[in-house]
């Protein structure tokens, strides 16, 4: 078990540029989730996969934002011509499909700084 | 719908002392409630959870928290706070069980004062 991973850890880009996260979660997790998180404000939820299939996204999801998880191992996360308002943390988390003991597993981030 | 309020954005307690930080929910649903502990620069750690069944749950690091259903509430306590645990706590609710997306709260930061 070697945790979930993000990269880059970091991105700083211009506004206006499209920019792409990547998420491995836990071996053989199958539930996938994304977050958002800014300065002294809680996580925020935006997406979640079971396997491939794209089960819930949340309206701060604007059509700017596209997440993948095409063969329901690791998933990417596109936000397309950025704006300042884009910067913040974003996270990835996995969980089993077991209903009783899910808990999610949270990644280290990726920092996005838009210019 | 489902939401978290967290009392204090920031907690200062005396090492050794009893740590208490807050927090009500709201839920239509029979909640799942979930407490996280963020350190610098690292992903967010669970440190306990309540699903179903006994009230008072206990965590890891010494941290335990009591559901009261009466109440809408969820406080994480510890009796003898040490210099390790400065960090920012998060409570987050699920009307799924943690399958579904998390409604966290905006987070306590425990300053532990020497």
């Known amino acids: 078990d070697t945790g979930v991973s993000q990269n880059p850890r970091h991105k700083i880009t211009k506004r206006g540029q499209n920019v792409t996260f990547r998420c491995d979660p836990i071996?053989?997790?199958?539930?996938l989730y994304w977050y958002r998180q800014t300065l002294g404000q809680g996580p925020e939820f935006l997406t979640y996969?079971?396997?491939?299939?794209?089960?819930?996204k949340s309206r701060l999801l604007s059509d700017r934002f596209s997440a993948e998880r095409p063969k329901g191992s690791f998933s990417t996360l596109e936000i397309q011509r950025t704006e300042q308002g884009d910067s913040a943390m974003y996270l990835c988390?996995?969980?089993?499909?077991?209903?009783?003991?899910?808990?999610?597993?949270f990644g280290p981030g990726t920092r996005l700084t838009v210019l | 719908a489902q939401s978290v309020t967290q009392l204090g954005s920031h907690v200062s307690v005396s090492e050794g002392a009893l740590v208490l930080l807050r927090c009500n929910y709201s839920?239509?649903?029979?909640?799942?409630l979930f407490w996280y502990v963020q350190y610098p620069n690292q992903g967010l750690q669970l440190l306990l959870k309540?699903?179903?069944?006994?009230?008072l749950v206990k965590g890891i690091n010494g941290f335990e928290a009591e559901f009261k259903k009466s109440e809408t509430s969820f406080h994480l306590t510890k009796p003898s706070a040490h210099m390790s645990d400065a960090a920012e706590y998060f409570c987050?609710?699920?009307?799924?069980?943690?399958?579904?997306?998390?409604?966290f709260g905006k987070g306590t930061h425990l300053i532990i004062q020497p």
């Open positions: 988390a996995s969980s089993s499909r077991n209903y009783y003991t899910d808990t999610q597993y």
């Open positions: 071996s053989e997790h199958n539930r």
């Open positions: 996969f079971q396997n491939e299939a794209q089960l819930e």
């Open positions: 839920s239509s649903v029979p909640p799942y």
């Open positions: 309540y699903t179903t069944g006994a009230t």
């Open positions: 987050a609710v699920s009307s799924g069980g943690g399958a579904d997306g998390l409604t």
